[in-house]
């Protein structure tokens, strides 16, 4: 038992003051990501879209995402991450109070685009702050630490939405505006006028990028073919917001409350252990090891889902899913954010949240039409494919970072 508290303690040590903070920001924030686990089920038991009309809101969704994370970087660059951040979450705000009112598919289509454009503005900025206020040699912690607070909120966040969704959906839009009101207001106290660091950590930037003179992020050919690899595996991944819900309605009967409680499981999971994992392999392991088992561990998780074992099979496959997402996604952050310079660190994780943001366009309703006419065994079986080519991939691009 000491053992295992030495090594959480271990895990945590030599984090900053500010991502801790950064982190309790983005805890409140994502304690009310209440709306996106559900709104596919919102659209069609609430207002009776087909999976065609669901996939083309989602793809709203998506694409207000991409606009979003081209637009945050930009104007972080131009204005700093403090300002960017601030307005995103205020301007969110009454975008989710009044978005119940919009009950059409066009008027929805567009509203949901408007509504994630202006909260993904947030995304870039907010990946600027973390690698800011770390320090230098615990860039990777720090990522770890705010992806642990996006998935403690995450896990609070639909089991709270499931509880609302049984007296009103309504209430699952004013849920996620109170918390980025909150949020909004502990960012402002805490971060206003506060300094950051300026160095940038030389070993982890020589394992992935030699240094070399500032280059624009989206010129540089090897970052674009890797945002590519990440944008086919968000296409993948990100399944789990959008058909997977669908999913466990329809193949399990499973409700609200149940659909919650399974995707609530997933942020608990990477809040348990995303920290030491992370912590356990990233002296042992190369980045590009790191980013190959992880990703083709999450392509296992789905093939899983083609089994029927009952519900506590859904949640070990919940488990390898949350597994291979904690080895992926806080180093696709370290890479591009230490593939750029001081001057354009926006545009580089800008153009990595838009690598992104860019599969929620086709993804849901690539998803849902598979899941519609083929079955959702097939859109498992492809699901799981595209991730064991992708995590190929991670390895022929970071090899070329490495020795371009």
């Not at 919102?42 to 991409?66: A, R």
């Not at 009112?101 to 870039?124: G, H, K, N, W």
């Not at 240094?211 to 944008?231: M, Q, R």
């Not at 506590?312 to 952050?333: C, D, K, N």
Request: proline share 3%; net charge positive; hydrophobic share 50%.
């Amino acid at each position: 038992m000491n053992t295992i508290i030495q090594l959480y303690i271990k895990s945590y040590r030599g984090l900053s003051p500010a991502a801790w903070l950064l982190a309790l920001v983005m805890l409140i924030n994502r304690t009310g990501s209440m709306v996106i686990p559900f709104l596919g089920i919102y659209m069609s038991s609430e207002l009776n879209f087909s999976k065609t009309q669901v996939g083309l809101v989602l793809g709203c969704f998506g694409l207000g995402s991409v606009c979003g994370s081209w637009l945050g970087g930009w104007l972080t660059d131009r204005f700093g991450n403090f300002k960017v951040q601030t307005w995103s979450l205020i301007l969110t705000i009454p975008l989710f109070l009044i978005t119940p009112q919009f009950r059409t598919f066009e008027s929805l289509a567009l509203m949901i685009f408007i509504l994630t454009l202006v909260a993904d503005i947030f995304r870039p900025a907010n990946s600027v702050s973390v690698a800011k206020y770390a320090k230098p040699e615990n860039i990777t912690k720090a990522y770890s630490l705010n992806r642990m607070a996006v998935n403690l909120g995450f896990s609070i966040g639909p089991a709270l939405g499931g509880f609302l969704a049984t007296f009103s959906y309504d209430w699952i839009f004013y849920g996620n505006a109170m918390a980025a009101g909150v949020a909004a207001l502990v960012f402002i106290y805490f971060f206003k006028d506060k300094k950051g660091n300026t160095k940038i950590d030389q070993p982890i930037r020589a394992e992935i990028s030699p240094d070399k003179p500032a280059k624009n992020a989206y010129t540089d050919s090897l970052f674009i073919l890797f945002n590519i690899l990440c944008c086919l595996f968000s296409m993948a991944f990100f399944q789990l917001l959008s058909t997977l819900p669908l999913f466990y309605k329809d193949a399990y009967a499973m409700n609200e409350s149940q659909i919650g409680l399974i995707l609530g499981f997933s942020g608990f999971v990477i809040v348990l252990f995303e920290m030491v994992l992370v912590h356990l392999v990233e002296h042992r392991f190369t980045v590009k090891q790191i980013m190959f088992w992880g990703t083709a561990i999450a392509g296992f998780s789905y093939w899983m889902l083609n089994l029927d074992f009952g519900i506590m099979w859904l949640y070990l496959a919940m488990f390898f899913l949350s597994v291979g997402e904690m080895l992926t996604l806080p180093f696709t952050a370290t890479i591009a954010i230490q593939r750029a310079s001081l001057q354009n660190q926006g545009a580089y994780m800008g153009f990595n949240s838009l690598a992104f943001a860019a599969a929620n366009i086709v993804s849901p309703f690539l998803g849902t039409f598979t899941a519609e006419h083929f079955g959702y065994n097939t859109l498992w079986t492809i699901t799981g494919f595209i991730l064991i080519c992708t995590s190929f991939g991670f390895i022929w691009v970071i090899t070329k970072m490495k020795s371009e």
